[in-house]
């Protein structure tokens, strides 16, 4: 499942929050609109679809929210998700050590960074590996990645955190 929120310039990231999902392989509109308890009929028309016909890969628009609740697994924290994202996430390789993000800082490979598409600079992100359960909470301080099908960049310090060698099955958290 994929859940994005796109941000208004302006206004806070929560007061002006649109959630979208990307359709998956099995999904129907029907399970879509149960999952996110919305109506079919306001999720047609959200979309302007005259049908129940989606593909994966399908960019669908939801209501628009003041904060998403967190799930209910999430270690126990003071804070709270406003996002949620599910993919594979890569670690920067060497060779970037030193060179400029797309912030402007330099990357340092031993802190606790990543790189994501559209998340705004400076956010944190609960990023927990799937496949040992281990998360690491990271600033967003770069852009990407492009390539791979990746959701996320995450740098060698934050990557080893989590316990990931190579790529790993990931969830991110955007925490507020």
Known sequence: MVLLLTMGYGLSAISRAQITYTVQP??????????FSISLEELQKLNG????????GQI????AVQALTPRKETPAQTTEAVFFQRGMAAWYGPGFQGKPTANG?????YTLTAAHRTLPFG??????NLNNGRWVVVRINDRGPYSGGFIIDLS?????????DGIAPVTLEVLK
């Open 26 to 35: 099995g999904d129907s509109l029907r399970v879509i609109a149960e999952r």
């Open 60 to 63: 669908l628009r939801l209501k």
């Open 123 to 128: 956010v944190q992100v609960r990023v927990t």
């Open 156 to 164: 060698k310090a934050a990557a080893q955190r989590i316990g990931m």
């Open 105 to 109: 800082e330099t990357f340092n490979t």
């Open 49 to 56: 679809l005259a049908g129940d016909t989606i593909q994966p």
